[in-house]
């Protein structure tokens, strides 16, 4: 028996049990998108530290749906700005333009659609006595939900939550990985403990006592 030969077999053996079994795993965790997404380089959101602060979004969609963000660094007020906003929408041409601000920890938050444009309302920063509970992103390829965390401040009247615009924001704050399209659902627990699913043509408005539910039509 020639030992040599015989160990020179086994290596090439071992060689290829391996090589196998890297191909294996390899397929497997290919299959996997939440294995192979939580490698992806996802940029977080993170929220100015500053008492006061605007950004404005245009939500866009080439090859995938995106944010473009203008950050006002200099403005005189916030409801001027808005009155601006609503008057020339984004800085960049897209399907929704979602204006948000912050002051004295009150959110606002409001949006506009090319396919239908929506009113001008007034800024508020008066107290909803409405909160959701309970805000679940579900997306029919991904094999998990994640609980979406709204601010304390987001709960004020006339405040325009649950677009398109607004919910890649929210996911664009947390870490979990996630996939984004017009198909996503959301399960809402309201403050009287009512279930509500909401799909990505519709959004809500805030009033001092309750909400209303409206349509989107982004026109693609």
């Known amino acids: 028996m020639n030992i040599w030969k015989e160990i020179k077999k086994g290596c090439i ?13 390899y397929i ?3 299959k996997q998108e939440y294995l192979t997404s939580f490698f992806q380089n996802k940029v977080k959101f993170i929220e100015p530290e500053k008492p006061e602060w605007i950004h404005i979004y245009s939500f866009v969609h080439f090859s995938k749906y ?5 950050v006002l660094d ?8 808005y009155s601006r906003f609503f008057n020339k929408k984004g800085r960049f041409p897209g399907l929704e333009y ?3 601000a912050k002051k004295d920890g009150l959110y606002i938050s409001r949006c506009y659609f090319v396919a239908n444009p929506v009113i001008k309302s007034d800024i508020s920063f008066l107290k909803s006595k409405v909160e959701f509970t309970y805000v679940e ?8 939900t994640i609980e979406l965390v709204i601010p304390e401040g987001m709960w004020v009247i006339v405040n325009q939550l649950f677009t398109p615009a ?4 929210l996911l664009q704050s947390q870490t979990k990985y996630y996939l984004f399209d017009m198909n996503y659902k959301l399960n809402i627990i309201d403050h009287e403990i ?20 409206h349509s989107i039509h982004l026109g693609e």
């Open 66 to 70: 995106e944010l473009c963000e203008t």
């Open 74 to 81: 200099a403005y005189h007020s916030i409801e001027e700005e």
């Open 194 to 213: 009512q279930n509500l699913t909401l799909s990505s043509d519709m959004y809500i408005i805030l009033d001092r006592y309750s909400y209303g539910l």
């Open 13 to 25: 053996d071992i060689a290829i049990f391996l090589f196998e079994r890297y191909v294996d795993i």
């Open 166 to 169: 607004f919910i890649l924001r």
């Open 98 to 100: 979602f204006f948000l």
């Open 28 to 30: 497997w965790f290919h």
């Open 137 to 144: 992103y579900c997306h029919p390829r991904m094999n998990f």
